[in-house]
């Protein structure tokens, strides 16, 4: 398929590869925070271990996870609008998992802000489970994007 085309011409194989870096560093932080509150519950409320945690994973949320979100949503709308996606049925699909995935991190965000406030309420074997969300919906996204069932 000849990509040149669309608006971004050249440009969107220069696009396309930012993308895909970017939902890699996405997928990363979506990965890595879970983790890090499940070894933050264990830690004992209002101790050194416990703010050592808090400041890690502020870090993650604000130097990986939101700028990371943000490109991949920018450069994908991009992309979107240069195939005319808005018309395919596969992209309707990968759009409400990217939805759902940016849900996620939303709830992750609120989830580190109550295990800040020393609120421990969602058990480590749920945040374990819960850490495989990203992995199924990027194999869900991959399939749609490469495959196109419909």
């Known amino acids: 398929m000849d990509r040149l085309i669309g608006w971004l011409g050249p440009a969107h194989y ?5 993308h895909i870096t970017f939902v890699i560093f996405w997928m990363a932080g979506l990965f890595l ?3 890090l509150y499940v070894y933050h ?14 400041e890690r994973e502020a870090r993650v949320r604000s130097i990986i996870l939101t700028p990371a ?4 949503w920018v450069l994908g709308l991009m992309l979107a609008l240069d195939i005319g996606a808005w018309t395919m049925g596969w992209f309707h699909a990968k759009l409400l998992l990217v939805i759902l ?9 609120a989830y580190g802000k109550r295990l800040a406030q020393g609120q421990r309420s969602t058990s480590g074997r749920t945040l374990r489970m819960l850490n495989e969300v990203p992995g199924i919906a990027a194999a869900l996204i991959v399939v749609l994007v490469v495959i196109k069932p419909f």
């Open 14 to 18: 220069w696009v396309l590869a930012a």
């Open 33 to 35: 925070l879970p983790r």
């Open 41 to 54: 519950q264990e830690a004992p409320v209002g101790s050194p271990e416990d703010r050592a945690w808090i």
């Open 69 to 72: 979100m943000i490109i991949v």
């Open 101 to 109: 995935l940016t849900g996620y991190q939303g709830w992750l965000g």
